[in-house]
């Protein structure tokens, strides 16, 4: 969803029932998500929030770099911008104006 609040609705929206709903990204902190109440209970729908992936940096890291050269890890597709060191203050910028993912 990368901070999409329109992504994130429609992806609980299409949820199963009994299913779980993981976000992916924050929106700005104004932004509010719409949910029905009844899918939630009668359906005993789950809305799980994570940070940073909930990565578990001893466990992961060393997978995530395995399954780079194997082709499972697209990173190329992953990848919004690239910018050099004195430019960190403009990458900042585009992740709070949603122009850029990490």
């Known amino acids: 969803m990368v901070g999409?609040?329109?992504?994130?609705?429609?992806?609980?929206?299409?949820?199963r029932r009994g299913g779980t709903?993981?976000?992916?990204?924050?929106?700005?902190l104004e932004k509010k998500v719409a949910l029905q109440q009844v899918?939630?209970?009668a359906e005993?729908?789950?809305?799980?929030g994570n940070y940073v992936g909930?990565?578990?940096?001893?466990?992961d890291v060393s997978r995530y770099v395995?399954?780079?050269p194997q082709g499972k890890l697209p990173v190329d597709k992953?990848?919004?911008?690239?910018?050099?060191?004195?430019?960190?203050?403009e990458g900042f910028e585009k992740l709070a104006a949603c122009k850029?993912?990490?």
């Open 54 to 59: 909930s990565c578990v940096p001893v466990r």
């Open 39 to 41: 899918s939630l209970v």
């Open 4 to 15: 999409s609040k329109k992504a994130l609705e429609l992806a609980y929206s299409i949820t």
């Open 78 to 89: 992953l990848l919004s911008n690239t910018l050099s060191l004195d430019q960190v203050n």
């Open 100 to 102: 850029a993912v990490r």
């Open 21 to 28: 709903t993981a976000t992916g990204g924050l929106a700005h």
């Open 66 to 68: 395995n399954l780079f």
């Open 44 to 48: 005993e729908r789950t809305l799980k």
